[in-house]
């Protein structure tokens, strides 16, 4: 089996759902993937159902509208919008909070799930999940899973150590 069909078996549809995802995003560019699966991208792979993802938010309505024609329901929240369709276990993430917007002229097209994408470059992966991690409103579990993806980036790449916080330092 591809990792494809795997996810596509464990998220009941993600694969399709991501697959549909990236063609509605294609026709609304610039875009890219950022978060746990973007981190996945750069080192051994962990399972995650978020799609976490940056897109121009002018071109935010276009792409709900796209995404609600073709099934997915769309809930706008404070910093996001978040996308799902019903029954399957994928959830999107479109970040709003502008600090991501400078990630988009750098990403580069990696393979995931098949397809190949727009992914946030490894730095602004890190200073993604640097921002995520201090984020102090955020649920404890979500902080705990950000400062895994960078201890799982600081021991892939020791030379991008300087990147990271001293308290993740301190652990590898």
């Avoid at 929240?77 to 502008?98: I, P, Y």
């Avoid at 102090?136 to 902080?143: C, I, Q």
Wanted: net charge neutral; with cysteine; aromatic share 8%.
């Amino acid at each position: 089996m591809t990792a494809a069909e795997i996810y596509e078996s464990v998220t009941n549809g993600g694969a399709s759902d991501f697959a549909e995802l990236a063609t509605v995003l294609n026709e609304n560019k610039p875009w890219c993937l950022i978060g746990g699966l973007a981190v996945n991208c750069y080192v051994e792979p962990v399972y995650t159902v978020d799609v976490d993802l940056v897109v121009v938010v002018a071109n935010l309505p276009q792409i709900e509208g796209a995404l609600k024609a073709v099934g997915f329901k769309v809930t706008p929240f404070e910093h996001s919008t978040n996308a799902q369709r019903s029954g399957s276990k994928l959830n999107v993430r479109f970040t709003t909070d502008s600090r991501y917007h400078d990630f988009l002229p750098k990403a580069t097209e990696r393979e995931v799930l098949g397809f190949y994408i727009p992914v946030a470059s490894l730095e602004d992966i890190i200073r993604g999940k640097v921002w995520a991690w201090q984020d102090a409103t955020r649920r404890l579990s979500k902080r705990k899973k950000d400062e895994l993806d960078l201890i799982r980036i600081g021991e892939a790449y020791s030379q991008l150590r300087s990147l990271l916080p001293k308290q993740i330092v301190g652990q590898l």
